[in-house]
């Protein structure tokens, strides 16, 4: 390894000086003693789970804790170990992480930034946490994941779908492994043609933070590329409740399809706002007006009720799903829960079984190390096929969902079907694509 790697991923630290004032380099290993935030040095290790407990998005909070809890269940060797068990790396055994038994604290993000930044620090600082994990915000990842940066350990982002997070807010002590903005365009637009046609008019209303920002900017691209004429762009803020007063100037701005670019209690508010004011009986220049929901989740599903019947969106992983890995994972949370995953869950359990696996592999728990393990990491097993953490900026590519709202579903959880499994290269984009650029990845930051 190269000096100039060994300084990127932070394994290169000043050591003595010099009469001549030159510092010699000194290579940190895994036994050095305070090498690193946090080196765990007991029979236990502690992780921090931060998510939304309360908060436009504590749904998603309540089944990713419920995920977080079934990992560490897993990784101690209770249960059945599922995903454990599909997962095509092997370094995990169910004995902990390098031996060492997983505990874990937990905090409430409070869908806001400042107050996700408090609870991680107070993780890191009183309760020892060596990793950082969840959210349902992309504000809140972005927030936490430069805090994560600062302290010196990694953070696996949760439920986070900005193109920032690894565009121009990535850090190299963040990874994602959910989908983002830019895919579920991609994922969508070819979709929306076969239904639609590529002569349509769009409307957009977009959470004002730098999800819906991002993910207005992405589905905007991949329509006006399929001829879709975009006639009007509203943020609206993410503490809205009631969007009637954003629905009534749809009905005359001469758009036939509204593209709600929120998420959580946002979309179900805002969807049900726009058939109470009977968007979806409406026909415009000619054609059936429709609703394009881009970030679907089955827990969104469950909330609009009737409203979500027939309309499309994109999602990161579904309970349906037949692959080995998934039906692993459904039936251990299901027999645990009574119930089936969420997506927020799927990529939470995930992510915490990929940075233990990461830091087995490396033998060390310096973040430096693990994030070395994990760039570029390939895998299976886990749902969604062939899955690369890519080294350039820590995003997870992988095969996306095209969904829409079950006309006659079987059960409160039976809300979504997938109309289309989009393959890996088709969502795959250059690490430095417009959508994305504008920060650096840096150096890994191991701490104290």
Known sequence: MSKTDLSRRGLLRTGAVTSAGLALPTIFTAQSASAFTNDPTGGSVTLGFNVPQTGPYADEGADELRAYQLAVEHLNGEGDGGMLNTFTSKALEGSGIL??????????????SDAARASAKSMIEKDGAIMITGGSSSGVAVAVQGLCQEAGVI????????????GKDKKANGFRHFFN???????????LKNLYGDDRKAYHLTADY???????????????????????????????????????????????VLVLNHYGGNMVNSLTNAVQFGLREKEVNGKNFEIVVPLYSRLMAKGAGENVKGIHGSTNWHWSLQDEGSKAFVRSFGTKYGFPPSQAAHTCYVQTLLYADAVQRAGSFNPCAVAEALEDFEFDGMGNGKTLYRGDDHQCFKDVLVVRGKENPTSEFDLLEVVEVTPRAQVEYAADHPMFAGGQLGSCNPGS
Request: proline letters at 4%; a negative charge; glycine letters at 8%.
């Open 99 to 112: 031996g060492k038994k997983v505990e874990y604290v937990t905090g409430d993000t409070q869908t806001k």
């Open 155 to 166: 953070f696996m982002a949760g439920l986070t779908h900005s193109n920032d997070t690894t």
């Open 181 to 191: 903005a830019y895919m579920s365009g991609a994922a969508l637009a070819p979709v």
């Open 210 to 256: 730098t999800w819906g920002w991002t993910q207005e900017e992405s589905i905007k691209a991949a329509t006006e590329a399929l001829g879709w004429e975009t006639v009007n762009t509203v943020k609206t803020p993410l503490a809205a409740t009631d969007f009637s007063s954003y629905i009534a100037p749809v009905l005359n701005s001469g758009a036939d």
